[in-house]
């Protein structure tokens, strides 16, 4: 089981940056992909970035790609998510994904993660 707790939303600007976090336990952390979601209101779930054990070549949405940028620390079982330049379209529920075996690959696909945290609120006001 891995439980993971994201931390680090809330209300800012557009134009403004925001960095949130996801602190993993209960797994050898180092093995396992991240990734992180969101899901604005009325809209379906989407992949915004993802990671995998080593953090080489990450993944990005077309949406976030040279704003956001994903990172982890293996030695403090973290992955962040550091986003840049927020737009009001940035505003939604973020959520931290861990996706366990698959030799600690990435994945875009939401069903393909096994363990979620409960989401932190981000809001972008114009």
């Known amino acids: 089981q891995v439980q993971l707790v994201e931390s680090g939303g809330g209300l800012v600007q557009a134009g403004g940056s925001l960095r949130i976090s996801c602190a993993a336990s209960?797994?050898?952390?180092?093995?396992?992909?991240m990734g992180w979601f969101r899901q604005g209101p009325g809209k379906e779930r989407e992949i915004v970035a993802a990671?995998?054990?080593?953090?080489?070549?990450?993944y990005y949405a077309d949406s976030v790609k040279g704003r956001f940028t994903i990172s982890r620390d293996n030695a403090k079982n973290t992955v962040y998510l550091q986003m840049n330049r927020l737009k009001p379209e940035d505003t939604a529920v973020y959520l931290c994904?861990?996706?366990?075996?698959?030799?600690?690959?990435?994945?875009?696909?939401?069903?393909?993660?096994?363990?979620w945290g409960q989401g932190t609120q981000v809001t972008v006001s114009s």
């Open positions: 209960g797994r050898t952390f180092s093995s396992l992909a």
């Open positions: 994904a861990a996706r366990d075996g698959a030799y600690g690959l990435v994945s875009v696909v939401a069903a393909t993660y096994d363990y």
């Open positions: 990671i995998s054990w080593s953090g080489r070549s990450p």
